[in-house]
T-cell receptor, first 110, second 119 residues
Framework: SQQGEEDPQALSIQEGENATMNCSYKTSINNLQWYRQNSGRGLVHLILIRSNEREKHSGRLRVTLDTSKKSSSLLITASRAADTASYFCATEWNDYKLSFGAGTTVTVRA | GAVVSQHPSRVICKSGTSVKIECRSLDFQATTMFWYRQFPKKSLMLMATSNEGSKATYEQGVEKDKFLINHASLTLSTLTVTSAHPEDSSFYIC???????????????FGSGTRLTVV
């Protein structure tokens, strides 16, 4: 497996608070991607950060990448109940194959 | 945009029977499709890669005879779970790799998944 751990495994926050989750990986990468999965559904692509980028924003999402530590973080600001989902990081390896982290389950309480 | 349609979304079958899961690329041609398996509250594990016009390639530890993958056309890939047993119960998801459509590069596109329960 190309992928390491994600932490925390689960996160419960109040609506309006920020949620931060981290991902580590094992090998050199071209890019790192974050996905959201609602319960029992497929994955939705959130954001991609390239190996030469350190930070990227998309709406309420902020992703950082530290290639020296082989780690990335995803920050969701001003969380909403609709953000309740599992979040996965993924790295590409051979021929477009993706390797996924263990995922963080986020619960946003109203 | 690039859409992958996966059916059925849920299926319950008896032990010993076979179940076919279909993934169709609706508005683009997918020469490759990835098939993942996901256990409850776990990550996605790549099972195999289907390639139109050639044999599928399986990841280590995945039984080829148990999970038959066929890429019948440029818009259809199927996963058949043969002689299903309760331990095959899982969530199966297909995914197409990035595709250039109308000069826009779409990233990985995932089907909505199939919840298989074998009783």
């Amino acid at each position: 497996s190309q992928q390491g751990e994600e932490d925390p495994q689960a996160l419960s926050i109040q609506e309006g608070e920020n949620a931060t989750m981290n991902c580590s990986y094992k090998t050199s990468i071209n890019n790192l991607q974050w996905y959201r999965q609602n319960s029992g559904r497929g994955l939705v692509h959130l954001i991609l950060i390239r190996s030469n980028e350190r930070e990227k924003h998309s709406g309420r999402l902020r992703v950082t990448l530290d290639t020296s530590k082989k780690s990335s973080s995803l920050l969701i600001t001003a969380s909403r109940a609709a953000d309740t989902a599992s979040y996965f990081c993924a790295t590409e390896w051979n021929d477009y194959k993706l390797s996924f982290g263990a995922g963080t389950t986020v619960t946003v309480r109203a | 945009g690039a859409v992958v349609s996966q059916h059925p979304s849920r299926v319950i079958c008896k032990s010993g029977t076979s179940v076919k899961i279909e993934c169709r690329s609706l508005d683009f041609q997918a020469t490759t499709m990835f098939w993942y398996r996901q256990f409850p509250k776990k990550s996605l594990m790549l099972m195999a890669t289907s390639n139109e016009g050639s044999k599928a390639t399986y990841e280590q530890g995945v039984e080829k005879d148990k999970f038959l993958i066929n890429h019948a056309s440029l818009t259809l890939s199927t996963l058949t779970v043969t002689s299903a047993h309760p331990e095959d119960s899982s969530f199966y998801i297909c995914s197409a790799p990035p595709v250039l459509l109308d000069a826009y590069l779409y990233g990985y596109t995932f089907g909505s998944g199939t919840r298989l329960t074998v009783v």
